[in-house]
């Protein structure tokens, strides 16, 4: 059976750090590639950031760039998302996924990842 949970969300200001944690179990980790996702409230699941399964190779979405870090310890079964400089509107639900393909860039589209946590809630207040 395989489940994702991730954790490390919270309530923080504008400007403050908080680091989310997905651990994996049930699958080989680092045969996949993993992705962050959010959503806000009232709006679509968008894609934020992604990493490959050996961790070289990363994506992110133009609203985060700069600001969050993905990374991946396959040792831990573990994927992180870094997020510094948070904003009230980086306010959402975190999902991570993930991403069966085998070598390429990083994906972005939902539909390309296969199996989802249950989410993980950062609220930034201005």
């Known amino acids: 059976q395989v489940q994702l949970v991730e954790s490390g969300g919270g309530s923080v200001q504008a400007g403050a750090s908080l680091r989310l944690s997905c651990v994996v179990s049930?699958?080989?980790?680092?045969?996949?590639?993993m992705g962050w996702f959010r959503q806000p409230p009232g709006k679509e699941r968008e894609f934020v950031a992604g990493?490959?399964?050996?961790?070289?190779?990363?994506g992110y979405a133009d609203s985060v760039k700069g600001r969050f870090t993905i990374s991946r310890d396959n040792a831990k079964n573990t994927a992180y998302l870094q997020m510094n400089t948070l904003k009230p509107e980086d306010t959402a639900l975190y999902y991570c996924?993930?991403?069966?393909?085998?070598?390429?860039?990083?994906?972005?589209?939902?539909?390309?990842?296969?199996?989802w946590g249950q989410g993980t809630q950062v609220t930034v207040s201005s």
């Open positions: 996924a993930t991403d069966p393909i085998f070598r390429g860039p990083v994906r972005k589209s939902s539909s390309s990842y296969d199996y």
């Open positions: 990493i490959s399964r050996s961790g070289v190779s990363t």
């Open positions: 049930g699958r080989t980790f680092s045969n996949y590639a």
